[in-house]
């Protein structure tokens, strides 16, 4: 079992940039894919990004291609989302979740944190 916390969330102007870090319990880290997914008010969930448990190869949604980088320390037990170029249709909580499955599909996530709200104004 891996209980997941995400920070780094918070106010930022359009065109801005936030990092977010998703801290992870537990020896196991290493066995476990990441994502990261957002969810704005009415909304369905979105899923963001996804990385292995290497870290050697990443999916990201069409939304966030080019803007957003997933990167992982298994050493830290910490996922982070690197977001860029920040849009007011950013604006969601972000949860990051943990899989044991290998490429999991959005609905393969076992462990989810509470989330962290990210709020871009133009």
């Known amino acids: 079992q891996v209980q997941l916390v995400e920070s780094g969330g918070g106010l930022v102007q359009a065109g801005g940039s936030l990092r977010l870090s998703c801290a992870a319990s537990?020896?196991?880290?290493?066995?476990?894919?990441m994502g990261w997914f957002r969810q704005a008010p009415g909304k369905q969930r979105e899923y963001v990004a996804v990385?292995?448990?290497?870290?050697?190869?990443?999916y990201y949604g069409d939304s966030v291609k080019g803007r957003f980088t997933i990167s992982r320390d298994n050493a830290k037990n910490t996922v982070y989302l690197q977001m860029n170029s920040l849009k007011p249709e950013d604006t969601a909580v972000y949860y990051c979740?943990?899989?044991?499955?290998?490429?999991?599909?959005?609905?393969?996530?076992?462990?989810w944190g509470q989330g962290t709200q990210v709020t871009v104004s133009s």
């Open positions: 979740a943990a899989s044991l499955v290998l490429w999991p599909s959005p609905a393969e996530y076992s462990y």
């Open positions: 537990g020896r196991t880290f290493s066995s476990y894919a």
């Open positions: 990385i292995r448990r290497s870290g050697g190869i990443t």
